[in-house]
């Protein structure tokens, strides 16, 4: 690993301040699980760290009835697997931390950092995509918030800009319920082979047709990818086996996945049919439950 310079930022002021300083030379340190790594790995040899995991403004979980959920990003993946807020009103994503890698990562990675990282693998990205989630974005003298949607530009890349923090992730709560997250990996907490996320609602008229839906597709594609042509397919029908075997086919032959160790392209397309069949009927399971 490289020298380096290293900055404990005290507050989102500071750090938005150092970050206009030395622009695209820093990198954010808010867990570390990656940027430590790549470091080690000497893929990057950033000349500024700047350190905001002693942010405690940016380490929170709040609910209310009218507005949703608040995740501060310097929230842990722990903190989220295991709040009572997230199990009872927002239990996809309790369930999809529980699988992603071991406890001590969870214990110390962190939402924002998991986020900005933009791993093609990450589970989160594609629950919270299917929560329609949005993100803030805090720079020295600016704020945004932005869908996730158009958060992710590429492989590890982002519209988030060099004097900027991603600071809360924000879930509507018209989204509570009719959701699942689910993956296939050589073991339950490795990276995702392929992974989906789906959340679906039903009509109040009918519990046999679909009101609206979302399939997010993680680890097949360069970032996380909504597949429309799947979706539409599906919104306002009649949910069938047949309707759900047809939109899974749909899923198979819109992602691009690339051979490697884990397996052919043909296997990860057959492997995605099999589990978006399994995570609509699952969704619209739930779904009846609300």
């Not at 589970?123 to 993100?135: G, H, N, Q, R, T």
């Amino acid at each position: 690993m490289d020298q380096f310079k290293y900055f404990p930022a005290k507050d989102v002021e500071e750090a938005c301040a150092l970050l206009t300083q030395y622009g695209e030379e820093a990198k954010v340190l808010s867990g570390g699980q990656s940027l430590v790594s790549m470091m080690k790995q000497r893929l990057i040899s950033p000349p500024f760290i700047i350190d905001i995991k002693g942010i405690s403004d940016l380490d929170y979980i709040r609910y209310t009835d009218d507005d949703g959920l608040r995740i501060g990003g310097l929230t842990t993946h722990r903190s989220v697997e295991k709040s009572d807020i997230i199990i009872n009103k927002f239990p996809m994503l309790a369930q999809m931390e529980y699988t992603l890698a071991s406890v001590a990562v969870r214990n110390w990675g962190t939402v924002a950092g998991n986020l900005c990282s933009a791993d093609p693998a990450s589970d989160l990205a594609p629950a919270l995509i299917a929560l329609s989630a949005e993100v803030t974005l805090t720079g020295a003298a600016t704020k945004r918030t932005v869908s996730l949607d158009d958060f992710f530009v590429d492989s590890f890349e982002t519209i988030i800009k060099p004097d900027e923090i991603l600071t809360e992730i924000h879930v509507p709560n018209a989204v509570m319920g009719g959701g699942i997250h689910t993956k296939f990996a050589l073991r339950e907490t490795d990276l995702a082979v392929v992974s989906v996320a789906t959340y679906l609602t039903l009509k109040e008229s009918s519990h046999d047709e679909c009101d609206d839906i979302r399939i997010v597709m993680g680890s097949v594609n360069p970032f996380p990818f909504r597949v429309n042509r799947a979706e539409e397919a599906i919104r306002g029908q009649k949910i069938t086996d047949a309707l759900i075997e047809k939109a899974a086919q749909t899923v198979s032959e819109d992602i691009e996945p690339t051979a490697d160790l884990n397996g052919t392209e043909e296997f990860k397309r057959d492997i995605t049919r099999v589990l978006v069949q399994r995570a609509i009927k699952e969704a619209v399971a739930r779904a009846r439950t609300i």
